[in-house]
T-cell receptor, first 113, second 116 residues
Framework: GNSVTQMEGPVTLSEEAFLTINCTYT??????LFWYVQYPGEGLQLLLK?????DKGSNKGFEATYRKETTSFHLEKGSVQVSDSAVYFC????????????FGRGTQLTVWP | GAVVSQHPSWVICKSGTSVKIECRSL??????MFWYRQFPKQSLMLMAT?????????EQGVEKDKFLINHASLTLSTLTVTSAHPEDSSFYIC????????????FGPGTRLTVT
């Protein structure tokens, strides 16, 4: 079946530190992979995505590469800002489902100035 | 583009009453809408999937008689929490899938329900 395992948080960093949030997945078929961000009291916003192996998704300085050999989609950012403080969700969309997303548990990121 | 709205953004109701939450796709036609529930500091739990004009498909363990979902048009889905109880207090999030352009899901801002 489809599932996502995400690094447990919370993660606390100083501004300008390097960020990595690990995400691995199990899927049947050829899934698409996503990172969503949720700011306090809000819904989810798509941060980036990758639809096939070796694709790199990027947005706002965040990057993640779809690694089929390691079934991973780790989120990275070279220099975090206070405004990046939020909850980050890794998700997959199975190739054989009708658009259903499978989410990881979420990782709370707090960045201190 | 691709904006999904939810109304209300927050609601407080008394135990035993019913509450309706609306989810609208503002600038695209949503062939499929999803309803999620999120507990504090936890991930999203898919409650049901609804396709326009047909009955919703509920996930295992979700009471369909308690959480009534209607997807009457390509831009509107509603979730009605019937006979609400304090344990129904939660953050409810909908998403809408654009069936014509890439099948992406777009999320609403969420509705905070508090049952007293």
């Amino acid at each position: 079946g489809n599932s996502v395992t995400q690094m447990e948080g919370p993660v606390t960093l100083s501004e300008e530190a390097f960020l990595t949030i690990n995400c691995t997945y199990t899927a049947t078929g050829y899934p698409s992979l996503f990172w969503y961000v949720q700011y306090p009291g809000e819904g989810l916003q798509l941060l980036l995505k990758a639809t096939k192996a070796d694709d790199k998704g990027s947005n706002k300085g965040f990057e993640a590469t779809y690694r089929k050999e390691t079934t991973s989609f780790h989120l990275e950012k070279g220099s975090v800002q206070v405004s990046d403080s939020a909850v980050y969700f890794c998700a997959l969309r199975g190739g054989s489902t009708l658009g259903r997303l499978y989410f990881g548990r979420g990782t709370q990121l707090t960045v201190w100035p | 583009g691709a904006v999904v709205s939810q109304h209300p953004s927050w609601v407080i109701c008394k135990s035993g009453t019913s509450v309706k939450i609306e989810c609208r796709s503002l600038d695209f036609q949503a062939t499929t809408m999803f309803w999620y529930r999120q507990f504090p500091k936890q991930s999203l739990m898919l409650m049901a999937t609804s396709n326009e004009g047909s009955k919703a498909t509920y996930e295992q363990g979700v009471e369909k008689d308690k959480f009534l979902i209607n997807h009457a048009s390509l831009t509107l889905s509603t979730l009605t929490v019937t006979s609400a109880h304090p344990e129904d207090s939660s953050f409810y999030i909908c998403s809408a899938r654009d069936g014509y352009w890439g099948y992406e899901q777009y999320f609403g801002p969420g509705t905070r329900l508090t049952v007293t």
